[in-house]
């Protein structure tokens, strides 16, 4: 069926864009008017199949949107640019609060001591089938992009580490030398953060990328795209690496001020 799905997401692709959805995006999306012309037009492209592909159901009494559904689907499809893509193909839908939502949780603490109990989260990314997210914190992170904070962007990043390279053309995860280079620099900028988070040190990252691999992955994402220029500063090793996954260079169309 692979020639079908193809057939049908050209004919998507090619629709006009909605005037609406322009607006929306332009009026809420900071991110969306420092990008270069082509990319804007490809991300159309990728928001009209996305949209067309993903269900959206509100929870907690909210009512789905077009609005909601073009600020998520938009900030998602920027981590898909530039690449060959199955738009997340373990998700099949996003699930959206109006706020912060609660969470049964485990932690892990020292000892062996695991702590079950509620926890109050701003984006969750399961490994098969869908993200939820808070709306209050999507609209927020959409319209500054310079607090290194991004919820789509990290629960995104999640979705596409658990895919383990599904669908994705990515030669640092499909060459052998790259990924062994991609592996070690995210290890060693890893390590950095979890010892700082020990001793309570300054960090430039998010500490909460101090978890785990994946949460620092997530972190680093968020990051990328919302400090570049800090980001290739303190750390550029990691910085590159990146910039060869997401096959974008933020560092060099992201302003203080939108054009």
Same mark, same amino acid.
């Given at each position: 069926?692979?020639?079908?799905?193809?057939?049908?997401?050209?004919?998507?692709?090619?629709?006009?864009?909605?005037?609406?959805? =322009?607006?929306?995006? +332009?009026?809420?999306?900071? =991110?969306? /008017?420092?990008?270069?012309?082509? $990319?804007?037009?490809?991300?159309?492209?990728?928001?009209?199949?996305?949209?067309?592909?993903?269900?959206?159901?509100?929870?907690?009494?909210?009512?789905?949107? $077009? +609005?909601?559904?073009?600020?998520? @689907?938009?900030?998602?499809?920027?981590?898909?640019?530039?690449?060959?893509?199955?738009?997340?193909?373990?998700?099949? *839908?996003?699930?959206?609060?109006?706020?912060?939502?609660? @969470? /049964?949780?485990?932690?892990?603490?020292?000892?062996?001591?695991?702590?079950?109990?509620?926890?109050?989260?701003?984006?969750?990314?399961?490994?098969?089938? &869908?993200?939820?997210?808070?709306? $209050? %914190?999507?609209?927020?992170?959409?319209?500054?992009?310079?607090?290194? =904070? /991004?919820?789509?962007?990290? +629960?995104?990043?999640?979705?596409?580490?658990?895919?383990?390279?599904?669908? $994705?053309? *990515?030669?640092?995860?499909?060459?052998?030398? *790259?990924?062994?280079?991609?592996?070690?620099?995210?290890?060693?900028?890893? !390590?950095?953060?979890?010892?700082?988070? !020990?001793?309570?040190?300054?960090?430039?990252? #998010?500490?909460?990328? @101090?978890?785990?691999?994946?949460?620092?992955?997530?972190?680093?994402? !968020?990051?990328?795209?919302?400090?570049?220029?800090?980001?290739?500063?303190?750390?550029? %090793? =990691?910085?590159?690496?990146?910039? #060869?996954?997401?096959?974008? %260079?933020? &560092? !060099?169309?992201?302003? *203080?001020? @939108?054009?």
């Amino acid at each position: 069926m692979f020639w079908f799905k193809k057939w049908r997401r050209n004919r998507i692709a090619g629709r006009q864009f909605p005037r609406q959805w =322009l607006e929306m995006i +332009e009026n809420n999306v900071s =991110l969306y /008017n420092h990008l270069p012309i082509e $990319d804007k037009l490809e991300l159309q492209r990728h928001i009209l199949i996305f949209i067309a592909e993903k269900r959206f159901e509100g929870c907690g009494g909210l009512e789905i949107t $077009d +609005e909601i559904k073009v600020i998520i @689907a938009a900030q998602a499809c920027i981590l898909l640019l530039h690449r060959k893509t199955d738009y997340y193909p373990g998700l099949t *839908s996003i699930l959206v609060y109006p706020h912060a939502f609660i @969470a /049964n949780r485990q932690e892990h603490l020292a000892g062996g001591v695991v702590a079950e109990g509620p926890q109050v989260l701003l984006g969750e990314s399961w490994q098969h089938g &869908a993200v939820v997210l808070s709306w $209050d %914190d999507v609209k927020h992170d959409a319209a500054d992009i310079h607090d290194g =904070l /991004n919820v789509v962007f990290h +629960e995104f990043a999640h979705q596409i580490d658990t895919a383990g390279g599904k669908g $994705d053309d *990515s030669a640092v995860l499909k060459d052998t030398s *790259s990924y062994i280079a991609w592996a070690r620099v995210l290890q060693k900028d890893y !390590e950095k953060l979890r010892q700082a988070a !020990e001793r309570n040190a300054p960090a430039f990252l #998010n500490k909460y990328g @101090a978890e785990d691999p994946a949460e620092f992955f997530a972190v680093a994402t !968020e990051f990328f795209f919302e400090k570049p220029k800090e980001l290739k500063q303190i750390h550029t %090793d =990691l910085y590159n690496e990146l910039k #060869n996954f997401y096959h974008q %260079d933020p &560092a !060099e169309f992201i302003h *203080s001020e @939108a054009t």
